[in-house]
C-alpha cells in the first residue's frame, strides 16, 4: 500500500485558489512534484492511448487497421516509415486487431500457424499486458476463437458461448490484440503458410459471429440484465476520441480530456495499490469514472510546465538504459498483468517504448558500450558473440538498431535495422556472429551483419530481442558489449 498512501498525500495537498473548484474552469496551482506524481501515475495511460489510437485510426501508420473491430496484418517487416510507437520490431511479423467492446463482445477467430513462435498479446489503455495465447503455452495447434468484453459490455457477463474457446475478460473497453508470428522467411514455403494464416485472422461482433445479421437484441437476453455502471450514458460518446499524438502533446495540450476518456472506459480496482494510487491523484482534477468531460468548466493546469516535468521523466528513464544494475534487476519484471507490475517498471516500459511481452514470452537487454558511455554515429561499433556466448532462447533472438532520442529506426537505402533470423543474419564458421554498426560496410563482414547509420551526431541505442528465453540459462548469461571501432 505504499504507493495507495503517498498518492492520498499528494492529493491532499494540492493547493487550489480560494473558492476555486476542480470544476470552475480555473487553472490549478501545483507543484513541480505534484505534477511529477502526476506524470508518472499516468504515463502508461497516455502512452497506451496513443499507441491503440494510432493503431486503429492513424492513417500516417502503415500498420493501422482503418478503425476498431478490424484487422490488418502486416506481411512484411517493418521500415523506417513506421514512426508511430518507439523502439518497433523488425525481427517478426505482425497481426494487429483493435477491438471495441463498448456495445457487444467481440470474437477474434484464430487459425493455426506452422511457426516455432507466434503469442498473442492483449493490451488495453493501462498497459497492463495479457498473452492469452502463445506457442510456448501449446496453442496455435488448431484454430480458436475467443471472445473479448469489458465490466461495460452491456448484456453480458462471461456466460460461455457456443464456438467460443476462450473468453477473456479486458480491463478496457478499447484493445489491442497483437500477434507476433515468426514468419521463417529462410523457408519459402513455410512463410507462405504462414502468411496465409496471418491473412485468415478474423474479429466479429458476438451477433454477427452468431448469424444474427448484426441484431444485437438477443445479446441482452442472455440471463439477467447486466449492470453496466455510471459509463452507461457515455455510450453515444465512444466514437468521438479525443486527440491522439505524441507523449508530451497530450501532457501538454489535453491532458484533463484525455485522462477522462480513459478513465471512463477502464476498469479499476479500488484494492489495486496503482489504481487507487491514480484515482486519487485525478480526483482532485475533477477526473472521475464515469464523469463526461466538459472544456468549459474542466479546471486547467499548466500545460507547458507538465509536458516539460513529462519530458524531464522521459529523460530519467530513457537513462536507465545504461544502468546495468538497473536492467539485471528489473529487465525480467517487465510487461506484466495488472497487479504483478510495479510503478518504477510501469513508467520505464511506457516511456521505453510499449508495448511488450513479459519474461517468459521475451527479455529486452540493451547492448551497453564498452566504457559506458552512449553509442554515437560519429564512430563504428562492433558486437561480438562466440558460439557459447549466444543468446540463451528456445525460438530466436535479434538485435536492433535505434535512433536514441526518438525510438525510430535509422533510414537507409537497405532497409537494414536488425540482425536476427528473420531480418537476415551469417553465423562464422565457429556459430558465433561479428555484427558492425557503420557508415560503409566494412571489408568481411557478410552485409546481413552490417547495420548501416549515418556519419552525424546521433546518439544510438541498440536491444536484443530473446523470443522465448530459455530463462534458467539466463541467470548466467550476459549480454554482449558494443566495442568501438575508431
Known amino acids: 500500500m505504499k504507493h495507495f498512501t503517498l498518492s492520498l498525500a499528494l492529493a491532499a495537498c494540492l493547493t487550489?485558489?480560494?473558492g476555486v473548484s476542480a470544476q470552475s474552469g480555473e487553472t490549478l496551482d501545483l507543484t513541480e512534484a505534484q505534477m511529477e506524481e502526476l506524470v508518472r501515475r499516468s504515463y502508461q495511460y497516455v502512452a497506451m492511448f496513443n499507441v491503440n489510437q494510432k493503431g486503429a485510426l492513424d492513417p500516417d501508420n502503415p500498420q493501422n487497421t482503418g478503425g476498431y473491430n478490424r484487422v490488418k496484418p502486416n506481411t512484411e517487416l517493418a521500415d523506417h516509415t513506421l514512426r508511430v510507437i518507439a523502439r518497433p520490431n523488425n525481427d517478426t511479423l505482425y497481426t494487429v486487431a483493435m477491438i471495441d467492446v463498448t456495445e457487444e463482445p467481440v470474437v477474434l477467430e484464430i487459425p493455426a500457424f506452422d511457426s516455432t513462435y507466434v503469442s498473442l498479446m492483449v493490451t488495453a489503455y493501462d498497459h497492463y499486458v495479457n498473452i492469452p495465447m502463445s506457442t510456448t503455452k501449446g496453442d496455435f495447434d488448431e484454430p480458436a476463437n475467443i471472445l473479448f468484453f469489458?465490466?461495460?459490455?452491456p448484456g453480458y457477463a462471461g456466460e460461455p458461448v457456443e464456438g467460443v474457446d476462450m473468453i477473456v475478460e479486458t480491463t478496457g473497453d478499447f484493445v489491442s490484440a497483437v500477434f507476433r508470428i515468426m514468419p521463417h522467411a529462410a523457408?519459402?514455403?513455410r512463410l507462405e503458410r504462414n502468411l496465409a494464416a496471418m491473412r485468415s485472422v478474423d474479429v466479429e461482433p458476438l451477433s454477427e459471429f452468431l448469424g444474427q445479421g448484426g441484431d444485437k437484441a438477443h445479446?441482452?437476453?442472455w440471463g439477467s440484465p447486466r449492470v453496466v455502471g455510471r459509463n452507461l450514458d457515455l455510450r453515444a460518446d465512444t466514437a468521438r476520441f479525443p486527440?491522439?499524438?505524441s507523449d508530451f502533446e497530450i501532457f501538454e495540450d489535453r491532458f484533463i480530456e484525455v485522462m477522462q476518456f480513459v478513465a471512463n472506459h477502464t476498469t479499476f480496482d479500488p484494492n489495486d495499490a496503482l489504481d487507487a494510487g491514480l484515482l486519487a491523484v485525478l480526483e482532485p482534477l475533477g477526473?472521475?469514472?464515469?464523469k463526461p468531460f466538459d472544456p468549459d468548466t474542466a479546471p486547467e493546469i499548466d500545460g507547458d510546465e507538465l509536458r516539460a516535468v513529462a519530458q524531464r521523466v522521459a529523460t530519467e528513464e530513457l537513462a536507465k538504459f545504461g544502468d546495468q544494475d538497473f536492467l539485471d534487476n528489473n529487465l525480467t519484471g517487465l510487461f506484466q498483468p495488472k497487479g504483478q507490475i510495479s510503478l518504477e517498471r510501469?513508467?520505464?516500459?511506457?516511456?521505453?517504448?510499449?508495448?511488450?511481452q513479459p519474461a517468459d514470452q521475451a527479455l529486452y537487454p540493451a547492448i551497453l558500450t564498452e566504457d559506458g558511455v552512449p553509442m554515437n554515429a560519429m564512430h563504428d561499433y562492433e558486437i561480438v558473440m562466440t558460439a557459447e556466448e549466444m543468446p540463451p532462447v528456445n525460438a530466436f533472438w535479434s538485435a536492433t538498431l535505434y535512433e536514441n532520442e526518438t525510438g525510430f529506426f535509422i533510414p537507409n537505402d537497405r532497409f537494414k535495422y536488425s540482425v536476427g533470423e528473420n531480418a537476415g543474419f551469417k553465423l562464422d564458421d565457429d556459430g558465433g556472429i561479428r555484427i558492425v554498426i557503420a557508415a560503409e560496410q566494412p571489408e568481411g563482414v557478410p552485409e546481413e551483419n552490417w547495420l548501416p547509420i549515418n556519419l552525424e551526431d546521433m546518439d544510438l541505442d541498440i536491444i536484443m530481442r530473446l523470443y522465448a528465453p530459455d530463462l534458467e540459462r539466463y541467470e548466467s548469461w550476459s549480454a554482449p558489449i558494443a566495442r568501438k571501432l575508431n
Open 16 to 18: 487550489l485558489p480560494a
Open 150 to 153: 469489458s465490466e461495460r459490455t
Open 187 to 189: 523457408e519459402p514455403e
Open 219 to 221: 445479446v441482452r437476453s
Open 243 to 245: 486527440p491522439y499524438g
Open 287 to 290: 477526473i472521475q469514472p464515469g
Open 346 to 356: 510501469q513508467v520505464f516500459q511506457s516511456v521505453s517504448g510499449p508495448i511488450g
